[in-house]
């Protein structure tokens, strides 16, 4: 079965860190472009960053730049995501989901979230 | 940044008969379009790709149409599993930066 699975949600204070992880299986993960999405508690979708298949190039919203890294490991099937500098309004469920291959950009693939939240 | 814009923000529809959501860009996306279903609770699902290709597993009545600005997603005889929240989502730049829609409610009416 084709699965993400996010890790390393939890309560930071204001301009504390967390590595979010997101596992991937049932696929060939080196083949396809990942991502971050977010959501605040009651509120909208937002996309917070990008890396293509290979990992070389990584594009982020202009809301984390800066204080956000993508990164993953072909190897070990998974894509993380540092986030630094944290501040209340990054308080989310963050997702991680798939590019669908051949569509430019939807994501078809999507983990069951972990929530981050930011409170001192 | 390209803003989406869905309207309306709730709709109430009966079992059975055909909703309309519809959804607009502040500028042309082309087809790069994409909607999703989100249950509470839930992560959003993949329904519509390309503003008009269904993804795999997804019924016969949603459909997607448009181009350019203005999109709409169709479902056709709603079933009960159907009340959610419907996003839409543009990925038409390179670099991305991706924006979705605000949503659009779908409740029993």
């Known amino acids: 079965e084709v699965q993400l699975a996010e890790s390393g949600g939890g309560l930071v204070q204001p301009g504390g860190s967390l590595r979010l992880s997101c596992a991937a299986s049932g696929f060939t993960f080196a083949t396809y472009e990942m991502n971050w999405v977010r959501q605040a508690p009651g509120k909208g979708l937002e996309w917070v960053s990008y890396i293509s298949s290979s990992g070389t190039s990584m594009y982020y919203a202009d809301s984390v730049k800066g204080r956000f890294t993508i990164s993953r490991d072909n190897g070990k099937k998974s894509v993380y995501l540092q986030m630094n500098s944290l501040r209340a309004e990054d308080t989310a469920v963050y997702y991680c989901a798939r590019g669908k291959l051949g569509s430019l950009g939807a994501f078809d693939i999507w983990g069951q979230g972990t929530m981050v939240s930011v409170s001192s | 940044e390209i803003v989406m814009t869905q309207s309306p923000a709730t709709l109430s529809v009966s079992p059975g008969e055909r909703a309309t959501l519809s959804c607009r860009a502040s500028?042309?996306?082309?087809?790069?379009l994409a909607w999703y279903q989100q249950k509470p609770g839930q992560a959003p699902r993949l329904l519509i790709y390309?503003?008009?290709t269904r993804a795999t597993g997804i019924p016969a009545r949603f459909s997607g149409s448009g181009s350019g600005t203005e999109f709409t997603l169709t479902i056709s005889s709603l079933q009960s599993e159907d009340f959610a929240v419907y996003y839409c989502?543009?990925?038409?730049?390179?670099?991305?930066?991706?924006?979705f829609g605000q949503g659009t409610k779908l409740e029993i009416k």
């Open positions: 390309g503003a008009s």
């Open positions: 989502h543009q990925y038409n730049n390179w670099p991305p930066t991706y924006t």
């Open positions: 500028q042309s996306v082309s087809s790069n």
